[in-house]
């Protein structure tokens, strides 16, 4: 019996059992397809897979059980036609602009991106001839304005890193489409366990599933996600420029699935506790997280999102100086730049994720020295609050 890509209307459901293949030995978790190829039974066999006359494995840089089962799950649950798996979050953002775009065309990427997607546009896509401009998330004259002729798409991370800024993804899909441009969303921050941004016209979705999905720090990944003419562009790309993801990680990730919704909505209470709590101490001046309802678009926060997500920031009096000694003082949280872990972690983005911007770009941004995220994570916020004060 193979009940592969049993699914169901129902979140939970899918996450633990959407996309599973069970080989003929009865396997009840997912197996592990540690294999770099696979067999033919004879010449003509291999000779009609690698002309796609047949279906069936061929070599595990683009056919992989174990990555099959996970692009088929997360694609279920982000209720998207296709899901292709990559090796990073970085990889999956290069693989869809490499294979999507030509030289020549434009590109209008938000400023409120991961520092490392902003080099990435400015160092090498510019290099070989993509025309990239700018603007702020949730201005929307500035993306009206944006579009060309040659536009073909917007790029947005909402909620955005670290700012946690959101965008309406109806009217940038709207906007996008009246121009025949698409419209990208990293979906890192929410997941689908809180956010489906295809439900508002999304036309491709992209993941680092090195964050929520693994959701205990352990392997990197990535993943992007859309209708079936666009993601067979995008696998093509995959195959020859191998931005493949190992079949261990896509193991990992499996599991990290099936809990993404408790964990998420874990993660989501924590981080709404600790925003409410540090809104009311004195030595912070702001604090940045979508479920307060001091956030600049809560309203569209509550349409778009099911909560505010698992990432609090905040700004503390007394500029960097200040920003390092609480870094510095705490005990629990752990320093380092990734988010997404069951452990808190504690982060200076200007002088971390965001360090390889220059002056200009992080003001424009407004990742200020006095800046500090926090990646809330799934211990007892009364532990978590005690070691920041
Ligand atoms: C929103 C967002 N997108 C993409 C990435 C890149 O992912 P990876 O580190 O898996 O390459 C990150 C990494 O922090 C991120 O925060």
């Not at 940045?288 to 678009?297: A, E, K, T, V």
């Not at 870094?327 to 994720?353: E, K, Q």
């Amino acid at each position: 019996m193979n009940k592969k890509n049993l699914r169901t209307s129902k979140f939970a459901t899918n996450s633990v059992r959407a996309g599973t293949f069970r080989s003929s030995q009865g396997e009840h978790s997912e197996s592990l397809y540690l294999t770099s190829s696979f067999i033919f039974q004879n010449a003509e066999e291999a000779a009609e897979r690698f002309a796609n006359q047949e279906a069936g494995n061929v070599y595990s840089r683009f056919t992989n059980p174990s990555v099959k089962m996970f692009e088929d799950r997360l694609a279920i649950l982000e209720e998207a036609e296709e899901c292709v798996a990559t090796s990073t979050g970085m990889s999956a953002i290069l693989s869809c602009i490499m294979s999507l775009c030509r030289a020549g065309d434009h590109v209008v990427v938000s400023r409120s991106v991961f520092g490392t997607t902003v080099k990435l546009f400015d160092n090498i896509l510019s290099e070989w001839g993509l025309e990239v401009s700018y603007v702020t998330l949730s201005d929307e004259e500035q993306w009206k304005n944006s579009l060309k002729k040659n536009t073909k798409l917007f790029f947005v991370e909402t909620p955005s890193n670290p700012l946690m800024e959101v965008c309406d993804i109806k009217f940038l899909a709207d906007l996008a489409h009246k121009n025949k441009s698409l419209l990208i969303v990293d979906n890192c921050f929410c997941t689908p366990a809180h956010q489906i941004p295809v439900r508002f016209g999304a036309d491709i979705i992209i993941h680092s599933a090195t964050k929520y999905l693994d959701g205990q720090g352990r392997c990197l990944g990535g993943a992007v996600l859309g209708k079936r003419s666009l993601m067979k562009k995008v696998r093509g790309f995959l195959r020859s420029a191998g931005t493949s993801m190992s079949p261990f990680n896509a193991w990992v990730f499996l599991k990290g699935l099936e809990t993404l919704k408790i964990r998420m909505d874990a993660h989501a209470s924590n981080a709404y506790k600790l925003a409410v709590w540090l809104e009311q101490n004195k030595k912070i001046e702001k604090v940045y997280y979508p479920g307060l309802d001091s956030h600049p678009q809560y309203e569209l926060v509550k349409k778009q999102q099911n909560t505010g997500g698992g990432v609090v920031s905040f700004k503390v009096k007394g500029g960097k100086e200040a920003a390092w000694k609480l870094i510095n003082s705490t005990r629990l949280l752990s320093i380092t730049a990734n988010l997404g872990d069951t452990r808190s972690t504690i982060t200076h983005p200007s002088t971390t994720t965001h360090s390889r911007l220059n002056q200009d770009q992080r003001d424009l941004a407004g990742i200020t020295e006095n800046l500090i995220r926090i990646a809330v994570g799934l211990e007892d916020i009364d532990d978590i609050k005690a070691d920041i004060n």
